[in-house]
């Protein structure tokens, strides 16, 4: 079946620094989605890319969907400690079929942890 | 609006025990899916419910069941609990033709 795999990990900064994280899917997607789950609490949606190669950005956060539509990163540029938390990227096969809005297959999430 | 409800926040049950868990959409959402959360496995979708009917399955063990109700409020069933199905079970709606999740503040489901 379908695998999404992230990386790094963990990554530990010094606040001001950027931070990545890059996913990986083993299928091609039809879309990509970024979730922020913070310490003790619940994944909140970020963002979706849907076009081959699109770039998105909200404020210091920076989102590709790359060209093959198989992988994506997520970039935070002067991380600051309230960016604290686990990203996960979550996609959907795109021979999933037109009715499986709901199944999404995540990512292990990498946990970001920024030192002030 | 107000956002994606779970009920209850805990619970404790011993092994063999069967849970009932219930999450409240947020208001006009149709769609409602289950996850569950654990450190070795991540984030696994267990089914997704739309308009009453189940849409879309995990492969997750036939102990593990859901229901939608008319209200778009839904609930899910573990019978026969293991050690293992001890979670964070989170609950998340979606707006018509849409892939974006909104979480509920999840159940954390201990298996002693």
């Known amino acids: 079946g379908q695998q999404v795999m992230q990386i790094p990990q963990y990554q530990h900064v010094q606040e001001g620094e950027d931070f990545t994280t890059y996913c990986n899917s083993s299928?091609?997607?039809?879309?990509i989605q970024w979730y922020k789950q913070r310490p003790g609490g619940h994944p909140v949606f970020l963002i979706q890319?849907?076009?081959?190669?699109e770039v998105k950005k909200q404020k210091r956060l920076t989102f590709q969907f790359g060209e093959a539509k198989k992988n994506s990163s997520l970039h935070i540029t002067a991380t600051q400690t309230t960016d604290v938390g686990t990203y996960f990227c979550?996609?959907?096969?795109?021979?999933?079929?037109?009715?499986?809005?709901?199944?999404?297959?995540f990512g292990q999430g990498t946990i970001l942890t920024v030192h002030p | 609006k107000a956002g994606v409800t779970q009920t209850p926040r805990y619970l404790i049950k011993t092994r063999g025990q069967q849970v009932t868990l219930s999450c409240s959409p947020i208001s006009g959402h149709r769609s409602v899916s289950w996850y569950q959360q654990t450190p070795g496995q991540g984030l696994q979708f267990l089914f997704e419910?739309?308009?009453?009917?189940?849409?879309n399955k995990g492969n997750f063990p036939g102990r593990f069941s859901g229901r939608q109700f008319s209200n778009s409020r839904s609930e899910m069933n573990v019978s026969t609990l293991e050690l293992g199905d001890s979670a964070l079970y989170l609950c998340?709606?979606?707006?018509?033709?849409?892939?974006?999740?909104?979480f509920g503040p999840g159940t954390r489901l201990t298996v002693t």
């Open positions: 998340a709606s979606s707006p018509d033709n849409s892939y974006e999740q909104y």
């Open positions: 419910y739309f308009s009453e009917t189940q849409r």
């Open positions: 890319l849907v076009k081959s190669g």
């Open positions: 299928t091609t997607l039809s879309n």
């Open positions: 979550a996609g959907q096969d795109i021979n999933a079929g037109g009715t499986s809005y709901g199944k999404l297959t």
